[in-house]
Every structure is written in structure tokens, then in C-alpha cells.
């Protein structure tokens, strides 16, 4: 090979380099971005605005962390924020009082600044309810109650509107805390995102029901995927292209359910999940979406993208 | 790259690596194309009998032993802890690794020796990483009876990366076990383990003890945390987990991970002042493609060989005493690989027949070679592959790069280049593993990786004062403290700069393979030219 061919051959391939890095580092810069932590069996979703507002739904948890020393707002949550650089955080929801939403957060609102707590404020008596509750109030931030039609913008257009709970809330269901739990649905322009809670079949069924369109381009699946919330009817209305199920490995409640794992299937979306991908990271840049895992037990990462017409 | 292909040792080393990737890509399968492949090269020698035959029959066959260890290694009927199921389990073990204490909760590594069920129990082996929580005192080579709940690992599983991976990969680990309270740990008396390794623990917490004690300069206790990290690895004393991360979004972290380059360091601490002792004034004079042993005047024979046995000696004790991973391994046997060539070099007979020259592309390779056959896996661990590969882009680019400096003072050029070196051929591996891309490791390392060899010197310095005279220790206990201060400001500066770290998608392994397809290509092309221009002048 002559000098100049192998010169003309080395700049082919630094440029086919630079192009696949440029769209590597695209794909992650600027942007609205949304990340599903891997935080067990338990929820807790990182929502960063280009503008620079950021908010965090629910801190996970699981049962009995406390005496296993395990905190996952100390070990998951917290590094987390640091490395995605949040140094404050202007709007913390819980979406309802059970251990694996909010077991975190008491570490998260003791480390990070908090601007608004957004609280279904569900009758709960548990001790880590409590003590999360007596730190918010110890740290004077200001508690807004969600109720549906709420709408908070995140800057840039980006905005957010509460679809559950309703007021006065859902009693005499199957689990009411999970059916009031907050419901919101995130919009970029043509993009969305469905932030489910851990709603089953009621909460879903009025959702479907909800007056206006919910169809979501990224759903994050009620309930860890659980059967009681693998509502057809639900699904059919959101009909998302990406479907991430925050879920623990090996859980003992078999979540997901083959049911939801089935339904989702049946509409067409792509399936992440937080047991098998880790935390999974979504950016919007309408009217383009990418997702990808933090990484999987093999250590192989996924990344799905995809457009949606304006 | 050049003449690689002259290099026997380097060619089984990269065939054997070949054969345990592709079986671990496809399976048995490719087991059996490889046995296929040797019988048809083994046919071809007896036939033809030419050495290119002989050559690649040879390679197959390295290949094939690749991939038949990794094989056994995967199918070898195992009782490690990660195959007991998750749940409730006792275990009876050692601890393993230095005890961390915070928050009502002892965090160490228990080297498993015993599976209880009930009134029967079972040999397993493995190590598991312990959260208990308890105010009782834990101490390294206590053994334990544990009661609590066995999870599986979580790998890099969030941002942030402080998730149990980076802890439990680190300490070798492979499952995770929480006790709940002091009631379901037992006590059961001192471990079995080896005097070395006893007495290598006790050191370590004396000289942790030490640092404590004399690193001066502002916010003591936490530049000593910094400062044991980097001469004892961070399971030492992990420092704040604001400090790590700015290390890692810096691209700075193995600094407190005791990298090869700290264990060169110690080596050539011990073994080149008795080299030079030895009569070696110019120890390693550089050649082209490696380095020679070469002597002026009187060769002493004894202060030779006792450098090179005290430099093995030491550096094993240190890779025992930092627990360290895949680059201590990597850098430990190249260690003895260059003490064992320098023991050779004071036969007179073969330093007469053979001279001796010491390439570090075989010397890589042979390490590389016996820690793949020791442990198959390895190759797809990130700090085996970040080790071999900055390793060899430091042998292969920079002094290539270096070309780039001209009337740069030569200390300088070399720490330039090799940074750079290092930087383009770990960045690939980087994202691949961690999902960033740190830009600012070029400007960190070039500040920090100085500062961590005066730290090492400094800090065992302030060690052995402290013991044969405390009133001196603080002396050198300022200078760690100094320095140490100066590696945190210069990675925290970089990684404050928020587009110097940015995230990235995981690569596809084409963009990889093109990555270095282009760096070898540009090095080969500087290398000509260099050839060219001495051949003009």
C-alpha cells in the first residue's frame, strides 16, 4: 500500500470515528432528560429540564431497609444527583406513601436543597412516612397537594400536568393508595412521558378515561409491572413506543408480570427494564427520543431511539 | 505494529486472549472450529513442514487454550457464594478486607469458607461483601458467623456508579450479604490466614495509623484519607464521596485504585538504587523498540541481585498489602519478570551468549498471558483491559507523540505524551464501561500523576519515620499533605468544567475496533516518518 492510500485510508477511518463519537455525545447533550434509577424494588425517576430545573419522583425504598443497613437514597439516589451535577432540586414528588417510593428520600431531603415537595397527602401512619414528613417540615420546605389538573412548567415549553390523583380521592378500591397515587404526564412538543405511579386497575381506568389524549411516546409502566395493573384499556390509550418498568431482580413479588409483559407487546412498545438494563436514561429532543440502559449484569447496554411525527 | 509478529510470546498472549473471546461470542461452536482449524494446520506441517505452518499451528493452538480455559472455567463445577440462592443464608468466613465503620454499620469483604442450611453445612468458597450493623468491633482476619440476606451484585447499575458494583468488583466479590443487627453475627476467633498476609494487614493499619497522624497541611484527616487511597488503594479509607467522584469525572480515578504505575513506582524505589549500586550507571538505556540492560565499568555482582530480589520481594508484599486488582497483577509480574532478567543478566555465561535486551511488548505480553491463564475472565474486566491497554499505548505512542514536542525538555515531553497516549487509547474502554467520555484527563493526569508519585514517596517515607523516628515524620507529612492537596484542587478543577465529562452512549464495537485500527495506523505512519527523516539526516 502506498503512502498516500494509507493516508487517505487513516482519514476515512478518523472520520468515520468522529462521526459515530459526534452522535454518541449528541445523542446524550443538551436536551430534556429523564432517568428511571435502578433502585430496586422501588421507584425513583430523574427529571433534568434544559432549563436547569430539575425534579425527582419518589426516592425508592425497600422493605426492611433499614435493618439491613442498606439506605438506596444514600447508595443509589445520592450519587446519582451528584453525578448528573443536581445541586438542588425544585420540585420533589412522591407519588404515595409506601416504602419503595419514599424510603430514600429522607436521605436525598437531609443532602440536597429542596424547593417544593409535591405530596398526594394519603392518610399513611408509617414510621418512615412520618419521619420524612417531620424532615420536610424540620427543613421548612413548602408542601403543595397534588390533585389532577395541576400543570407546573419545567422552562422551555416543557410542561407538566397532574392527571391523578382526583379530588376528593378514590376510596373503597382495591388498593387506594396505589389508585390515588400522583399520575403525571410530561410534554416536549410532539414527545411525552406517562409517569404511572404504582396505579392498578381503577386509577388506570380513569386515567384511560381522562378527558383529553394520553397517549405517551415513553410510559413508565404503574407498578412495577404488576398483573393488577396490566389494564388493556389502559394501555391501549397511552399506546407508548417505550415502556420502562422500574423493577428489582428477582423480586418476590414476580413483577413483571407476564400479563403486562404481554399487553405491552400487544401496543407495540419497546420494553426497558431497570432489573435488566439498569437505570435507563431518556432524552427528548423533539422530535427525536433516544433511551439506553446504564448497563445489564452482562455488562452489555442497550440504546433504542425513535421519532415522532409534529 | 511493527515486528509484532517477531514476537512469539506477544503472539500466543494475543491468540490465547483471541480464543477466550471467541468462545466467550460463540460458545462451544467456536471450541470445535478451532480443534477443526488445528488438525488442518497440524496436517499442513506434516506436509509441507514450512515454519509459517509450524507458526500458525502454534497459534491455533494457543487459541484453542484459550478458549478450552475459559471453558473450564466457566463449566468448573463451583460452591461460590453467588450460586446460593438469594435470601436468607449464613455463612461462615475471613474478613478479607479492611473494615469500614460509619453510620452504626461495619462494610467489609468476608472470604467465605462454610454454607450453613439448618444442622448441616457446606464448603463454599468466595468472597462476599458484608453490610452489618453492629457497634461490635470488626478487624481484618477475624472469622465471622453471619446471618442475613444474600443478594447478587449490582453492577454499574446507576449515574454515579457508587452503586455496590465499583465496591464489590473491586474487593473480588460476588454476592452481597446485609445483617441485620450484632445478634446474627458470632465471633468465632482469629482466621486462618497466612503469615505474609497477616502481617502485610497489620501493616497496613499501622501505616494507616501513620498517615493519620503525621499528613499535614489544611483539612488533615481528609487529605489523609486522599493520601492513603492513593498509596493503599481506596479500600484503605475511602475518602468523601464528592472527592471520588471529582477523580472520576477527571479521569484521575485509578489514582486512588493503586494503578500499575504506583507499583512501578515501589519497584523501582527498591531495585534501582541497588541496580545503580550494581554498577549499572545507565540502567535502562532506550532503544527503538525496547530496552537494554547495559554496564559501564565494574559490574558488582551481590548489590545487583540483592536489588532484585528485595524489588520482587517488595512488590509482591505490596500487591498483597493493596489487595490491589488487574493492574497491580499486570505491574507485580512485569516487576518480576524485570528482576528475573536482571537476576539473568549476573550469569556471566548468558549475558555473554545472549546480551540482554528487555522488551516491553513480550514483557506485557507474558503478564498478560499469566493472568488470562490464571483467571479466563479477566479479559472482559475493565481494569485488566484499561491496564494492558494504557500500557501498551504508553510502550507504542509516545514516543511517537514525543516527535510532536520538539525543544520541550525531555521530562516533560514524556509526561505529555504519554498522557496523551493513555488518554486516547483508554477513552473507547472508558465509555464502553462507564458511559463518560473525560475530556479533562489529558490536563488532570498531567497535574495529578506527578503529584501521586511524590505522594507515594512522601507517604512511605512519613510511614517508616514514624516508626524509626516520630519527630521527623512530620516533615515528610507536610510534603504528602501538599501534594495530596494538590492532586484533589487539580482534579476537582476539571471536573468542575461541566462539558469535560460529558456522558456517552455505549459505542459499538466497530467504532472500537475503528478507534484503534486509526491509532496504530497513526503510529505505525509516525513511526515511518521518523525512520524517514533519520534516514535523510
Not at chain 1, 433499614?66 to 439516589?77: H, L, M, P, T
Not at chain 1, 419521619?131 to 415549553?157: C, H
Not at chain 2, 509459517?52 to 484453542?64: D, E
Amino acid at each position: 500500500m502506498t503512502i498516500r492510500r494509507e493516508r487517505l485510508l487513516l482519514l476515512i477511518l478518523l472520520a468515520a470515528v468522529i462521526a459515530v463519537w459526534w452522535s454518541a455525545w449528541g445523542a446524550v447533550s443538551g436536551g430534556l432528560l429523564v432517568t428511571v434509577l435502578d433502585a430496586g424494588q422501588g421507584d425513583s425517576i430523574l427529571v433534568q429540564a434544559p432549563s436547569g430545573k430539575t425534579m425527582l419522583i419518589d426516592g425508592g425504598g425497600a422493605r426492611g431497609q433499614e435493618a439491613s443497613g442498606y439506605d438506596v437514597g444514600r447508595e443509589v439516589v445520592l450519587p446519582a444527583l451528584l453525578a448528573r451535577r443536581v445541586r438542588k432540586i425544585d420540585m420533589l414528588v412522591i407519588t404515595h406513601p409506601h416504602q419503595d417510593h419514599i424510603g430514600g428520600l429522607k436521605a436525598v431531603v437531609d443532602a440536597v436543597p429542596v424547593k417544593l415537595v409535591l405530596d398526594p397527602e394519603l392518610k399513611d401512619d408509617s414510621a418512615e412516612y412520618r419521619e420524612l414528613k417531620a424532615e420536610i417540615r424540620r427543613k421548612k420546605i413548602p408542601v403543595r397537594r397534588a390533585t389532577e389538573g395541576q400543570q407546573i412548567s419545567l422552562g422551555d415549553g416543557i410542561r407538566l400536568e397532574v392527571l391523578n390523583p382526583p379530588t376528593p380521592r378514590l376510596e373503597g378500591t382495591d388498593a387506594d393508595a396505589n389508585n390515588n397515587a400522583v399520575v403525571m404526564r410530561l410534554t416536549d412538543g410532539p414527545l411525552s412521558m406517562l409517569f404511572a405511579g404504582d396505579i392498578e386497575k381503577t386509577g388506570a381506568q380513569r386515567i384511560a378515561r381522562w378527558g383529553k389524549s394520553v397517549q405517551s411516546t415513553v410510559l413508565k409502566v404503574p407498578h412495577h409491572g404488576s398483573v393488577g395493573s396490566a389494564i388493556p384499556e389502559f394501555l391501549g390509550a397511552v399506546r407508548p413506543k417505550l415502556a420502562v418498568i422500574s423493577v428489582g431482580a428477582h423480586n418476590e413479588y414476580g413483577h413483571p408480570s407476564q400479563e403486562m409483559l404481554d399487553e405491552l407487546n400487544r401496543v407495540g412498545a419497546q420494553v426497558m427494564r431497570t432489573d435488566r438494563d439498569g437505570a435507563v436514561t431518556i432524552k427528548f429532543r423533539p422530535p427525536k427520543w433516544w433511551a439506553w440502559g446504564y448497563g445489564t449484569r452482562k455488562g452489555k447496554g442497550r440504546t433504542l431511539s425513535g421519532e415522532v411525527s409534529r | 505494529m511493527e515486528g509484532i509478529l517477531n514476537r512469539p510470546l506477544v503472539c500466543i498472549a494475543l491468540a490465547f486472549a483471541g480464543g477466550i473471546a471467541l468462545v466467550a461470542a460463540w460458545g462451544s461452536l467456536s471450541l470445535w472450529a478451532l480443534v477443526g482449524l488445528l488438525l488442518l494446520s497440524a496436517l499442513a506441517c506434516a506436509w509441507r513442514r514450512n515454519p509459517q505452518a509450524v507458526g500458525a499451528a502454534l497459534l491455533i493452538a494457543g487459541a484453542l487454550a484459550g478458549g478450552a480455559a475459559y471453558s473450564l472455567s466457566e463449566l468448573r463445577p463451583r460452591s461460590d457464594v453467588s450460586l446460593l440462592p438469594e435470601g436468607g443464608q449464613t455463612l461462615v468466613g475471613t474478613v478479607s478486607g479492611v473494615p469500614r465503620y460509619s453510620d452504626g454499620v461495619w462494610r467489609f469483604a468476608l472470604t467465605a469458607e462454610r454454607h450453613e442450611q439448618g444442622a448441616g453445612s457446606e464448603p463454599v468458597s468466595g468472597v462476599v461483601y458484608v453490610r452489618l450493623r453492629s457497634d461490635r468491633p470488626v478487624a481484618r482476619g477475624q472469622r465471622w458467623r453471619l446471618t442475613g440476606r444474600l443478594q447478587e451484585p449490582r453492577g454499574e447499575r446507576n449515574p454515579g456508579g457508587r452503586s455496590e458494583a465499583a465496591v464489590l468488583s473491586a474487593l473480588g466479590a460476588s454476592a452481597a450479604l446485609s445483617v441485620g443487627g450484632a445478634e446474627l453475627a458470632e465471633p468465632l476467633g482469629r482466621g486462618d490466614l497466612s503469615p505474609v498476609s497477616a502481617h502485610a494487614f497489620a501493616a497496613q493499619r499501622r501505616a494507616l495509623g501513620l498517615l493519620e497522624r503525621y499528613v499535614g497541611g489544611p483539612y488533615r484527616e481528609l487529605t489523609a484519607q486522599v493520601a492513603a487511597s492513593v498509596i493503599f488503594g481506596v479500600h484503605a479509607t475511602p475518602p468523601p464521596s464528592e472527592i471520588t467522584e471529582d477523580f472520576r469525572r477527571a479521569g484521575t480515578i485509578h489514582l486512588l485504585v493503586v494503578s500499575g504505575a504506583m507499583v512501578s513506582m515501589v519497584f523501582g524505589f527498591v531495585f534501582l538504587p541497588g541496580a545503580l549500586g550494581a554498577g549499572w550507571r545507565r540502567l535502562l538505556v532506550e532503544r527503538q523498540m525496547g530496552w537494554t540492560l547495559s554496564g559501564k565499568g565494574r559490574v558488582r555482582r551481590w548489590p545487583g541481585l540483592l536489588a532484585t530480589v528485595l524489588g520482587v520481594a517488595v512488590v509482591l508484599y505490596y500487591a498483597i498489602l493493596t489487595e490491589g486488582g488487574q493492574a497491580v497483577a499486570r505491574a507485580a509480574f512485569m516487576g518480576v519478570f524485570v528482576g528475573l532478567a536482571f537476576a539473568l543478566r549476573q550469569v556471566p555465561a548468558v549475558a555473554k551468549e545472549h546480551g540482554l535486551n528487555i522488551d516491553p511488548y513480550t514483557l506485557l505480553g507474558v503478564a498478560g498471558l499469566g493472568i488470562l491463564v490464571m483467571q479466563p475472565t479477566a479479559l472482559f474486566q475493565p481494569g485488566f483491559q484499561l491496564s494492558f491497554v494504557a500500557a501498551l499505548s504508553l510502550i507504542y505512542l509516545t514516543p511517537k507523540l514525543e516527535r510532536f514536542l520538539p525543544g520541550v525538555p525531555r521530562w516533560l515531553r514524556i509526561g505529555l505524551a504519554g498522557t496523551a497516549a493513555a488518554q486516547f487509547a483508554t477513552f473507547p474502554i472508558l465509555a464502553w464501561h462507564y458511559g463518560q467520555a473525560p475530556l479533562g484527563g489529558f490536563g488532570a493526569n498531567l497535574l495529578a500523576v506527578p503529584l501521586a508519585g511524590v505522594v507515594l514517596a512522601a507517604g512511605m517515607a512519613t510511614c517508616a519515620l514514624g516508626v524509626a523516628a516520630p519527630p521527623l515524620a512530620f516533615l515528610p507529612g507536610w510534603v504528602t499533605g501538599i501534594s495530596t492537596r494538590g492532586m484533589i484542587w487539580a482534579s476537582s478543577a476539571f471536573a468542575s468544567i461541566p462539558w469535560l465529562s460529558p456522558e456517552v452512549t455505549r459505542p459499538s464495537w466497530v467504532v472500537i475496533v475503528a478507534w484503534y485500527a486509526v491509532l496504530v495506523g497513526v503510529g505505525a505512519w509516525l513511526g515511518r516518518q521518523a525512520m524517514a527523516t533519520e534516514a535523510r539526516s
